[in-house]
């Protein structure tokens, strides 16, 4: 019989996320995770609702990246937990756990699509000071270092992005069409 870790690698490729929630939520009761199963038990978490949850394993992901000692995983780990709790009004943590991800990059000069994810919040908080040009400059930016690393996410936001700026500048057309392709 398989174990509840990989049943719940299992379910987590078959996108079966409460499944995977359930089998890897209890395979982390009984042993260590490593990283990777982390963010699949995060991923699996938020996606179900958990958002404390997720939270909570994002920031064990994290520093297990760290002591693995993958610095640009335990960005990304800190940037998806900071963006999630600024999407969530939790600006304080959320933009500490930023704070924390771009040190990180900034200490280490990383060159890596995860210098690209820290670009969106920047981006998203120009489009709320009503600077739809900054805005568009900064998802240029995140969407250029997505294409340069094969990031396909990256760069599809940095396009919604760009697609909002336009719009809120004025250029209607043009930020639908980016928006559309998307």
Do not use: K
Request: charged residues 25%.
């Amino acid at each position: 019989m398989a174990s509840q870790l990989d049943q719940g690698r299992e379910a987590f490729d078959r996108r079966e996320w409460a499944q995977a929630y359930s089998y890897l939520a209890t395979a982390s009761d009984q042993l260590p995770l490593d990283p990777e199963d982390l963010e699949r038990l995060a991923t699996a978490a938020y996606l179900t609702g958990r958002d404390a949850d997720s939270d909570e394993v994002l920031a064990r992901a994290h520093h297990a990246w760290l002591q693995a000692g993958n610095p640009q995983r335990a960005v990304g780990a800190a940037f998806w937990l900071g963006f999630g709790l600024l999407v969530r009004g939790e600006e304080a943590r959320g933009n500490g756990w930023l704070a924390r991800a771009q040190r990180i990059v900034d200490d280490g000069d990383l060159d890596c699509a995860e210098r690209g994810s820290l670009l969106l919040p920047v981006a998203l908080a120009h489009l709320d000071r009503r600077e739809p040009e900054n805005a568009y400059a900064a998802f240029l930016a995140a969407a250029e270092i997505g294409a340069r690393f094969g990031d396909p996410d990256l760069v599809t936001l940095g396009r919604l992005g760009r697609g909002q700026a336009l719009i809120r500048s004025g250029r209607t057309a043009e930020g639908v069409a980016l928006l559309d392709e998307a």
